[in-house]
């Protein structure tokens, strides 16, 4: 698994029960995490893709630390502050917010290995919005436990922070699916095969582009579970296994006609596209415009569109915005693979 770089803030607000030792962290340490695309077409609950928009925009949350307020008292619980342009989406009861039950189970795992972890004052920047399908929640998960981890000189071992990831996202989606957080934390394409909490990384054609399109509605993740059947034919299965198998080795043989060629959705998409209006006839004209293929992100309702080249890029940039977005708050944009995954910025 791949392991991550160690922070320049040593024990910050780090002690062992009963050893006192003085904060030497005073700057405020941000982190980002990029938004994913999950199960990308044929990889359904096992493969994800981080993004990185070409024009600069930070398509993810970010989850500051500092040191608390100079007048809060000794003794006092961790202190969230919510921002961003979807941050009213959010419940105001602090308690009930994804970052805070992050800190208190990183808190919680700190104190398994004997060490007492001081609390923070939290700022969640929420540039995702929710049920978006571009893995919102996971972005918040990685984004707070990576800042906590480095903020506190990495007491939990890269293993150790993931599995803590995973069981976040879990506890949210009632099952554990990495496709999110593995892309989001390491960066790339992910293969993440269910039911382990192992992860992969899978070469990334250099031309390829993903456009993403958020119409600016929302789909909860459960309603797009509930339409999926409980058992799929098994000439599907075989069919779907064979696609899955081909992607992987048309990628590591640098093949990417046939790695394009071979992102079919036979799992989700048929029983989801229903759910997304004007997704068929994105996928239609799309593809017309020169789209190597189309599929849902995570859940949806955001749909991508895979390209190789940048005249055809914009050409589906601009479809999509007139015919495909819904609303002003939605958006399109042109991303590359986000190779970096989660890491600090000034």
């Not at 919510?82 to 308690?95: H, I, N, R, T, W």
């Not at 992100?297 to 819904?326: I, M, R």
Request: with cysteine; hydrophobic share 40%; aromatic share 6%.
């Amino acid at each position: 698994m791949t392991s991550r770089p160690a922070s320049n803030g040593m024990n910050t607000l780090l002690k062992r029960p009963g050893e006192k030792k003085q904060a030497n962290r005073m700057v405020p340490l941000t982190v980002y995490a990029p938004a994913s695309i999950g199960n990308f077409s044929v990889g359904f609950d096992a493969l994800g893709l981080a993004l990185a928009p070409l024009d600069g925009t930070l398509l993810g949350d970010l989850v500051q630390l500092s040191l608390p307020d100079s007048d809060r008292p000794d003794g006092a619980d961790w202190a969230l502050e919510v921002k961003g342009e979807f941050a009213q989406k959010l419940p105001s009861d602090q308690e009930q917010n994804i970052v805070i039950s992050s800190c208190r189970i990183f808190q919680s795992a700190a104190a398994d290995k004997g060490i007492d972890i001081q609390p923070l004052k939290v700022v969640l920047d929420k540039r995702l919005p929710i049920g978006s399908g571009l893995g919102s929640s996971a972005s918040s998960i990685v984004a707070a436990l990576e800042a906590l981890n480095r903020w506190y000189g990495n007491p939990l071992s890269s293993r150790d922070i993931f599995g803590l990831m995973a069981q976040m996202e879990g506890n949210i989606s009632g099952e554990i699916h990495l496709d999110n957080i593995a892309p989001c934390l390491y960066g790339g394409l992910r293969l993440c095969p269910p039911g382990s909490r192992a992860e992969y990384s899978l070469p990334w054609p250099g031309a390829w582009r993903a456009v993403v399109c958020w119409p600016g509605t929302e789909l909860l993740t459960r309603d797009a579970r509930g339409v999926l059947p409980d058992d799929v034919p098994r000439k599907t299965a075989v069919r779907h296994g064979a696609q899955f198998a081909q992607f992987v080795h048309a990628l590591h043989t640098g093949n990417t006609e046939l790695a394009a060629a071979s992102l079919v959705d036979l799992i989700a998409e048929p029983y989801r596209c229903s759910l997304l209006p004007g997704f068929d006839d994105a996928k239609t004209e799309l593809k017309k415009l020169g789209a190597l293929a189309v599929g849902i992100s995570g859940s949806g309702p955001t749909v991508f569109a895979l390209v190789d080249d940048f005249e055809v890029a914009e050409a589906v940039e601009t479809w999509l915005a007139a015919n495909y977005q819904k609303t002003e708050q939605g958006f399109v944009h042109i991303c590359r693979a986000d190779l970096g995954g989660a890491r600090s910025i000034e």
